[in-house]
């Protein structure tokens, strides 16, 4: 195993940020920590970094005690939310200088650099200042200088959330592709379930300083371990009193519609809302014989046959069900 992590617990005066967490990432491989605010998922990150000291911890790459190599030395590439750049340097200083603080040898720092530029797409950029550059831009200089010293290992710290959503979805793919390209292990943490299921190989699903599942995007998304991850990954309906279940889970998109309610897994209600959201129409529906419970039903394509107060039935398919143990 590449990177190896046992029992890592952290705590912040007496409050538990990581509590026994132990994982494996293969050479290669993009994992990413995905979770609200406050599960442990940076402290993690900045743990296997070495700019967080953790309370107990067993840590080895390809082998070796990380824990005994300062932070300095592990040569990993970070990049943080904050572009972190030079604000006085120009872009091809910002990306030598990290370099030549690496010992690199001076007459190879220049193609290095190049190389660097040419891989981000921003050749044309070299001789211009941070402030001068779109936040994209800045970002993607970032990618650069971290991985102008052939780091073996890429840790990226919600790299994306500054940036607006069109920009954010250009740039993970462009991550995405760099890393398959590359080779390199890369660890990302993020709170956004569509970056993580975008550009994950793995992603690890924390709540609390622990680990509530990981898996492939798809295996999270289709067997959720429990409540929790079930909505955190994708939508999800939960429902009460469904078929015996204390509650049950399906996907909007596994709601079907029905021309009636003939059969025990058809529910009857009237729609509250519909939304048009370009490649699919979603219906909130509050059903009549479930309590007025809530449904959000996801249609292909635009439906203006639906419309807030009409009746409408829907069956939920047994075998789509999922079954939680907490009601609630």
Known sequence: MYLSLRGISKAFAGVAALDGVSLDVDEGEFVCFLGPSGCGKTTLLRIIAGLETPDAAEIRLNGGNLLEVPARARNFGIVFQSYSLFPNMTVTRNIAYGLECRKWPAGGIPARVAEMLALVNLADQAGKYPHQLSGGQQQRIALARALAPKPVMLLLDEPLSAL???????????????????GITTIMVTHDQHE??????????????????????????ERPANRFVAEFI??????????????????PEQVELVAGAATPDCWTGRVERCLFLGSITRVTLGLDNL??????IELQGRRDDLAPG????????PAALLRFDDPN
């Not at 939508?235 to 049950?248: E, Y």
């Open 310 to 317: 009409m009746a409408l039935a829907v069956r939920l398919p």
């Open 234 to 251: 994708g939508r999800m309906n939960v429902l009460r009193g469904v078929h015996g279940h204390a509650a049950a889970g399906i996907r």
């Open 164 to 182: 607006d959503a069109k920009v954010r979805e250009e740039l993970r793919g462009e991550i995405k592709d760099l890393q398959s390209r590359l």
């Open 291 to 296: 309590d007025g419970q809530r449904v959000t």
């Open 196 to 221: 993580a299921m975008e550009v994950a190989d793995r992603i690890v699903v924390m709540n609390r300083g622990r680990i509530e599942q990981e898996g492939r995007p798809v295996d999270l998304y």
